[in-house]
């Protein structure tokens, strides 16, 4: 599990990517199954399971070291707001770049990916 990573103190990575579960909201079109799994509670839960990944991930990064958060779907709850959420956490991270690709704007699925930089000390 993810959420749990066997670190050594001295152990810290340069990068580190996360690519979370999520609700596939953005590969609807290839997956159209998911519609009836996405409930008001699977995307609380998926939310709660991403922060905590996302946590575990800048929790393992060196200072300067970067994250990149990214899921398959399109809804704010797991993309930005899970961002937002461990950045007001994690004063030592700075946001970098996000963006949010829908399907019907593009030539593919639709995502979210997000960039995280650890810095030297918190400001």
Avoid at 8 to 25: G, W
Avoid at 80 to 104: D, G, M, S, T
């Amino acid at each position: 599990d993810a959420r749990h990573l066997p670190l050594r103190v001295d152990a810290r990575f340069d990068r580190v990517l996360v690519d979370a579960p999520c609700s596939n909201t953005g590969v609807l079109s290839r997956r159209p199954e998911a519609r009836w799994r996405l409930s008001p509670e699977g995307l609380t839960e998926l939310a709660t399971l991403q922060r905590e990944l996302l946590t575990a991930g800048v929790v393992a990064l060196r200072e300067g070291g970067r994250a990149v958060y990214s899921t398959c779907s399109i809804e704010p709850e797991e993309n930005e707001q899970v961002v937002a959420k461990v950045l007001a956490e994690h004063p030592e991270l700075e946001l970098e770049r996000e963006e949010r690709f829908l399907p019907h704007q593009s030539a593919g699925d639709g995502g979210y990916a997000a960039v995280l930089l650890k810095r030297s000390h918190a400001t």
